[in-house]
T-cell receptor
Framework: NAGVTQTPKFRILKIGQSMTLQCTQDMNHNYMYWYRQDPGMGLKLIYY???????DKGEVPNGYNVSRSTTEDFPLRLELAAPSQTSVYFC??????????????FGEGSRLTVL | EDQVTQSPEALRLQEGESSSLNCSYTVSGLRGLFWYRQDPGKGPEFLFT???AGEEKEKERLKATLTKKESFLHITAPKPEDSATYLCAVQASGTYKYIFGTGTRLKVLA
C-alpha cells in the first residue's frame, strides 16, 4: 500500500511564483489535511477537508488555496510565493473516529524554499 | 482556545535510562489524544490513541497514559533507535481538526 503520497519532495521557488503541492491517498479516507512544519514550531494546520467538495480553513490559511474534487486527491496551491512560506509541508489523511483509532496517516513531506 | 504544550523541548538520555515526556492540553471536550514519532526528514508515524482519563497503552518500550489535563509518554530502558521527535496532538469533540504540540526531541546515547 502506498498510503499518502506527496509530490514534489523538494522545490525551490522565486518570490511571486506559484505552484501546487500534490497529495493523493489510496486508503479511501474521507478526511484530509495540510500542515506546515517550521523548526521548533510544531505542525500548523493550513486547510482540511471532510470529503469531496468540502474544505475548510485551519490555523494558517493565508496565501494558500485547496480543492477536493475526488476522495483521493487534495492539492495545495501557493499563489504569489513569499519567503514566509518556506517550510516543510505535510499532507495527512484519516478514516475518522467512526471506523478505527482516528489516527492521521502522513506523507513524507514536501520541502519548499522561497528565495 | 484548544492548546497543547509539550515538555521538555529536548531530552538526552543514556541508553537504559528511563524517563517520561509530558503533554499538557486544554480542550473543550476531548475526543482523542494522539502520540506520534517523527524521524528526521520523515512524516510523523502514529504510536497511540488515548480517549479517556485513566487509559493506558503500551508498545515495546513505550507506555502512554492519560489524565484529564495531561498525558505522559514513558520510555523504559531506551535504546539509541528510540531517538526521534515525539509529537502529541488532541482532537476536540465536535471538530475534525487535530492540534499538535511542538514536540520533544529525544536523543538516546549508547
Amino acid at each position: 500500500n502506498a498510503g499518502v503520497t506527496q509530490t514534489p519532495k523538494f522545490r525551490i521557488l522565486k518570490i511571486g511564483q506559484s505552484m501546487t503541492l500534490q497529495c493523493t491517498q489510496d486508503m479511501n479516507h474521507n478526511y484530509m489535511y495540510w500542515y506546515r512544519q517550521d523548526p521548533g514550531m510544531g505542525l500548523k494546520l493550513i486547510y482540511y477537508s471532510v470529503g469531496a467538495g468540502i474544505t475548510d480553513k485551519g490555523e494558517v490559511p493565508n496565501g494558500y488555496n485547496v480543492s477536493r474534487s475526488t476522495t483521493e486527491d487534495f492539492p495545495l496551491r501557493l499563489e504569489l510565493a513569499a519567503p514566509s512560506q518556506t517550510s516543510v509541508y505535510f499532507c495527512a489523511s484519516s478514516a475518522g473516529q467512526v471506523v478505527v483509532k482516528g489516527e492521521l496517516f502522513f506523507g513524507e513531506g514536501s520541502r519548499l524554499t522561497v528565495l | 482556545e484548544d492548546q497543547v504544550t509539550q515538555s521538555p523541548e529536548a531530552l538526552r538520555l543514556q541508553e537504559g535510562e528511563s524517563s517520561s515526556l509530558n503533554c499538557s492540553y486544554t480542550v473543550s471536550g476531548l475526543r482523542g489524544l494522539f502520540w506520534y514519532r517523527q524521524d528526521p526528514g520523515k512524516g510523523p508515524e502514529f504510536l497511540f490513541t488515548l480517549y479517556s482519563a485513566g487509559e493506558e497503552k503500551e508498545k515495546e518500550r513505550l507506555k502512554a497514559t492519560l489524565t484529564k489535563k495531561e498525558s505522559f509518554l514513558h520510555i523504559t530502558a531506551p535504546k539509541p533507535e528510540d531517538s526521534a521527535t515525539y509529537l502529541c496532538a488532541v482532537q476536540a469533540s465536535g471538530t475534525y481538526k487535530y492540534i499538535f504540540g511542538t514536540g520533544t526531541r529525544l536523543k538516546v546515547l549508547a
